[in-house]
């Protein structure tokens, strides 16, 4: 996967202001990357030690600090383990930004900061290429979803499109099946058996995938779940699939 030496300008209001990024997973993957613009490293003693275990800090300033201070900061339910980073939101790519594209997970209007963040690691685990979320209907980066993404965040390219329908159509171009999940679809999702580049596109809990969507899928397919009960969490359902999707890899 090659991306683009110059990829599009931050996409998110410059009015937002910073974000904290907390814990010493996130923190890491954020000092890694080196398209994250980062202003201040916020650590105890034990956290900036931590840290340092784990690999350079680089150039960032850091300003030691106490555990209480990073609970006011962030919030008393905020797992921190001692760090948080102040960073800009890492910038958004289109979808010409990365090739190629061998497998992508597509967001229809899934907004929940956790799911998203969740979908993010998990498909940062299964060696996903990029998320693709639409640029009215996600989520903005917060500490929450970082957190929830385990570093993921600054490790998987997150692509935000204005229309998912022509998004959909431009991946196909590019020779993925685009393969829909739905609980009511007919047939049963099962384990691949070719190396075919694939797009798995998922829905919001409850709404599900919209009409236009299922209509420019390739395939629509449903998790067999022979319990009681017949639906998961947005980001259990996306590990599933991505795990049936890899399985000829």
Same mark, same amino acid.
């Given at each position: ?89 890492v910038n958004r790519f289109g979808l010409d930004d990365i090739d ?53 965040? =600054?490790?998987? @390219?997150?692509?935000? /499109? ?9 991946? *196909?171009? #590019? &020779? $993925? ?6 609980s009511e679809a007919e047939a049963p999702l099962k384990p691949r058996? =070719?190396?075919? @580049?694939?797009?798995? /596109? ?9 009409? *236009?969507? #299922? &209509? $420019? ?33």
């Amino acid at each position: 996967m090659s991306i683009n030496k110059f990829p599009p300008k931050p996409r998110h209001d410059p009015n937002d202001g910073p974000v904290y990024l907390y814990g010493l997973h996130t923190v890491r993957a954020a000092l890694d990357n080196p398209r994250r613009s980062k202003r201040q490293l916020l650590a105890t003693p034990n956290g900036l030690m931590r840290l340092k275990e784990s690999g350079e800090i680089g150039k960032v300033s850091v300003k030691e600090t106490t555990p209480k201070e990073l609970d006011r900061l962030l919030g008393g339910e905020a797992v921190h383990q001692g760090v948080a980073l102040e960073v800009d939101p890492v910038n958004r790519f289109g979808l010409d930004d990365i090739d190629p594209l061998t497998l992508v997970v597509v967001l229809d209007q899934v907004t929940d900061p956790h799911n998203v963040g969740a979908i993010l690691r998990t498909a940062c685990a299964f060696g996903a290429d990029a998320v693709i979320t639409t640029a009215r209907y996600a989520p903005r980066e917060t500490g929450v979803m970082a957190k929830s993404a385990s570093g993921a965040l =600054d490790l998987v @390219p997150l692509i935000e /499109v204005r229309n998912l329908g022509d998004a959909l159509e431009k991946l *196909k171009q #590019r &020779g $993925l099946l685009v393969l829909g999940f739905d609980s009511e679809a007919e047939a049963p999702l099962k384990p691949r058996t =070719d190396n075919r @580049p694939m797009a798995i /596109v998922v829905g919001s809990e409850g709404k599900g995938l919209r009409e *236009k969507t #299922r &209509g $420019l899928c390739d395939e629509m397919v449903r998790l067999e779940m022979p319990g009681p009960i017949k639906s998961l969490n947005v980001s259990n359902a996306t590990a599933i699939a991505l795990f049936a999707a890899t399985a000829a890899r």
